[in-house]
């Protein structure tokens, strides 16, 4: 038993992961909260490999990439998680073990072998699986003058969905959404929709984390 929390949020890209991982650190930090984010691609062993060669481990076979984002995840878990859980703090992860373990399956990988590489990890406190449509999504990207930052992998065009990136990207994401709606059901994840404001999904998300972070907070005094 460990005297912090692990809080671990999911979902896929533009969801808003990121900016919410930060506003909950920021948030528990004001009320006397230590906290830690850690996320894929992060370890000292494998991030800046996992970063620099994106394009090339895409490339790769599923379970050559399986084994190489289990390997950073295991080398933040035993250098950062566990040593800060034991601390105290309440460790963010901007995803965990779900996001790789959707993104393979779907490729054809084998579910359970996937599975098992995630065996032994710390379970959380809570998962929250961020979420919105599809169309969403890519809107998100093109109003914010990023559609060139679509890549054949986290579109989908390496799995022949579609000759178009965007028709690709909105049937791979939709594919994502409802493995991402299934494997939170298993779990008895919180699924969040990011459709409203960002102060209203932050709330949501505060609210959900209230019985696990309650006894933690302390007040916030004008004097």
């Known amino acids: 038993m460990y ?12 969801v808003g992961r990121s900016l919410h ?23 000292t062993l494998m991030g800046e490999l996992l970063k620099s060669h994106t394009h090339h481990i895409h490339q790769l076979n599923w379970r050559t990439r399986a084994l190489l984002y289990a390997t950073d995840l295991h080398d933040q878990i035993l250098n950062g998680i ?58 998100r990207i093109m109003f914010g003058e990023k559609l060139e930052s679509l890549n054949n992998f986290e579109s989908g065009m390496d799995m022949g969905i579609s000759t178009s990136i965007t028709s690709s990207f909105l049937k791979y994401q939709k594919l994502l959404r409802d493995e991402f709606t299934k494997a939170g059901k298993e779990i008895d994840a919180t699924l969040i929709p990011t459709r409203d404001s960002v102060e ?23 004097s």
């Open 3 to 14: 005297q912090g929390k692990l809080i671990v949020l999911e979902g896929p890209d533009q």
């Open 21 to 43: 991982a930060r506003l909950l650190s920021a948030r528990l930090e004001a009320h006397g909260v230590a906290t830690f984010t850690i996320g894929l691609a992060r370890s």
């Open 82 to 139: 566990e040593p800060l859980l034991e601390a105290g703090f309440v460790v963010i992860s901007d995803r965990y073990d779900l996001t790789p373990k959707i993104r393979e399956s779907v490729r054809g990988g084998d579910p359970d072998w996937i599975k098992s590489l995630y065996s032994e990890i710390p379970k959380p406190d809570s998962v929250i699986i961020l979420h919105c449509g599809p169309r969403r999504l890519l809107n």
């Open 200 to 222: 209203i999904v932050h709330n949501k998300i505060w609210k959900s984390l209230q019985p696990i972070v309650g006894d933690l907070i302390q007040p916030i005094n004008d």
